[in-house]
């Protein structure tokens, strides 16, 4: 598979969305870049259309909103200019306790990082199967293997959802990807709740390999992606060990937490 046409990038101005947006430009992909700071998102776009010479557009939108959602599905199912590249790609951190009378915090992740994405993603593969081509990359986590927490709990949603999504696709052209992160140097973790401090050091990636890693893997036909050899043993460990001293492990990790 080769990536080519012109990717629309949810969560485009940062973090691993931003090194998506870099690395498909660098590609030769047009650009659609996704997020809610217009004004970052302009520049962003700017950036990308002097360095790679590809054209670059945006949309400002907020995925916590119908209408947001609705202005992104628009442009997704659009026939002119085709998206024929989907990174669904937009987070944010959450470090909500379950146990707690206030859901409003794990409501608006839920939206953000679930029901939007699944929502895009589905439309998406809609237009992309009748036209029998297309890409989808949907942002899990390494974290949904295990008992982390709303977040946790959310990627293993979206997870699930966007392996369905290939199962249901399966012999077609449009080619789901499951993308499962790890520890990734950006903005992130520190909106999570998490002390870097408590983190290993030999655990931590940066964007660029993460993200390079991940296209290449997908370049090469692969459908689940755990980026790097360490967190696919971390991902092995989480499957395989006793319940029990999985849950162990990600009790003393969440004594690093504020």
Known sequence: MVFSGRALITGGTSGMGYEFAKQLARRGLDIVLVARNEERLRKTAAELAEQYGVECTFLSADLASDAGVAAVKERLVCAENPITVFVNNAGGGLYAKIASKDFTEIKNAL????????????????????????????????????????????????????????????????????????????????????????????????????????????????????????????????????????????????????
């Not at 993603?121 to 297309?134: Q, S, T």
């Not at 927490?149 to 979206?158: M, P, V």
């Not at 959802?161 to 520190?190: I, K, M, Q, Y």
């Open 111 to 258: 939206q953000v990082m679930g029901t939007a994405p699944m929502e895009l993603g589905g439309a998406a593969a809609a237009v992309m199967k009748e036209r029998n081509a297309g890409v989808i990359i949907s942002t899990a986590s390494v974290a949904s293997l295990v008992p982390m927490g709303a977040y946790a709990a959310i990627k293993a949603l979206l997870r699930y959802w966007s392996e369905s999504l290939a199962n249901e696709l399966h012999g077609t052209n449009v080619h789901v990807v499951t993308f499962l992160p790890g520890w990734v140097h950006t903005e992130f973790h520190a909106r999570t709740g998490v002390s870097n401090a408590s983190i290993p050091k030999w655990v931590w990636m940066n964007a660029a390999d993460v993200v390079g890693e991940t296209l290449a893997a997908a370049e090469a036909g692969k459908e689940v992606i755990i980026p790097s050899r360490k967190f696919k043993v971390i991902a092995f460990f989480a499957k395989h060990m006793p319940r029990s001293v999985v849950c162990a492990a990600v009790r003393k990790l969440n004594r690093g937490r504020r």
